[in-house]
């Protein structure tokens, strides 16, 4: 027996290397349309935040037909995802090797973690259990996903472990009663990651997956399958 019943896995960020994807195809989607985004202003103002929310933000600095903007924007990224997508560096490796119940709760949309997650062979080590947004009410930082998934995995709250890149996933976690673990690309080029992390409740904060293997080791949370056995030479 491990110490926990679940592990909760953010998408982006965490499980796939989408962000920086996510990010410049975006910025190019919302300047064709006359306002004028970075790549990295992109990243820092949007990241985590659910496609509604992002519908809302783009409306409020004048983006006029917001709806064809999305439509061409998902058109762009999802050929993105085809030709440039990868799992987050090591993260197939852990999920792999886990012996513990585990899911994804993202805020993304349930067609964008078709046309993500489910370009990889780690779609395979989650599905069913990929939980959107799209599923309940409010988006992360609302406890309301992380709520799903403890009553569809049939975990406790104080058995479950959730790792996250954005402080809105962190604090769905906290709200929800569940430790979280914020998660950082060694390539985030945003400086502060930790500190934002652990302001929004995280337990604590990995840089990469090697350093998320050592925390869930710690936690208790991590435990590899049994070795197969060798096999015997008859
Ligand atoms: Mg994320």
């Known amino acids: 027996m491990t110490d926990f019943d679940l592990l909760i896995f953010d998408c982006d960020g965490v499980l796939i290397d989408s962000e920086s994807i996510s990010a410049r195809t975006l910025a190019h989607a919302v300047t064709q349309a006359g306002v004028d985004m970075t790549p990295r202003q992109i990243l820092i103002e949007f990241t985590g935040k659910s496609e509604s929310e992002l519908r809302e933000a783009l409306v409020e600095r004048g983006l006029a037909d917001v709806d064809a903007v999305l439509a061409a924007w998902h058109a762009d990224i999802y050929a993105a995802f085809r030709r440039e997508l990868r799992p987050m560096e090591g993260i197939g490796d852990i999920v792999a090797e886990l012996d513990v119940a585990k899911c994804v709760a993202s805020n993304s949309t349930v067609e964008r973690l078709g046309n993500s997650l489910g370009l990889l062979p780690l779609w395979a080590d989650f599905a069913p259990n990929v939980f959107s947004a799209e599923m309940v009410a409010a988006p992360k ?94």
């Open 141 to 234: 930082p609302s406890p309301d996903l992380v709520e799903l998934c403890l009553s569809k995995m049939n975990a406790s709250r104080e058995r479950s472990v959730m790792i996250d890149d954005s402080p809105a996933g962190i604090q769905a976690a906290f709200a929800a009663g569940v430790r979280a673990i914020g998660f950082v690309d060694p390539n985030d080029p945003r400086s502060g990651r930790r500190e934002v992390l652990m302001a929004a409740g995280a337990e604590d904060v990995a840089f990469g997956a090697g350093e998320l293997r050592l925390l869930l080791q710690r936690l208790g949370a991590y435990r590899a399958r049994a070795e197969r056995p060798m096999e015997v030479e008859a």
